[in-house]
């Protein structure tokens, strides 16, 4: 099992950054992968970046050049930087964590963008 802490969401001007944090409650270097998905109001759940255990990244086309992820073992942390945001980027951000016994999930943070 693991317990994920997002944090680092907020509201931010169209074109502004963040930079979200999921801190783990253990080791996540075995962790098969680990990612941020986002719900807008009204909308599905959408992956929009992942890291697996070996390091290779996926994002979404939607943010594609714009947001990162990243992976750091020492501190049981992934983190998502999002530059040039958009309003569409405006929704509730998940932590995700693939572990072999099944998916866990944090409680999300809200990032909120204006135009």
């Known amino acids: 099992q693991v317990q994920l802490v997002e944090s680092g969401g907020g509201l931010v001007q169209a074109g502004g950054s963040l930079r979200l944090s999921c801190a783990a409650s253990?080791?996540?270097?075995?962790?098969?992968?680990m990612g941020w998905y986002r719900q807008a109001p009204g909308k599905r759940r959408e992956l929009v970046a992942r890291?697996?255990?070996?390091?290779?990244?996926n994002y979404a086309d939607s943010v594609k050049g714009r947001f990162t992820i990243s992976r750091d073992n020492a501190k049981n942390t992934v983190y998502l930087q999002m530059n040039s945001l958009k309003p569409e980027d405006t929704a509730v951000y998940y932590c995700?964590?693939?572990?072999?016994?099944?998916?866990?999930w944090g409680q999300g943070t809200q990032v909120t963008v204006s135009s």
């Open positions: 253990r080791n996540i270097f075995r962790i098969n992968a």
């Open positions: 890291i697996t255990s070996g390091g290779i990244t």
């Open positions: 995700n964590a693939v572990l072999q016994i099944g998916d866990y």
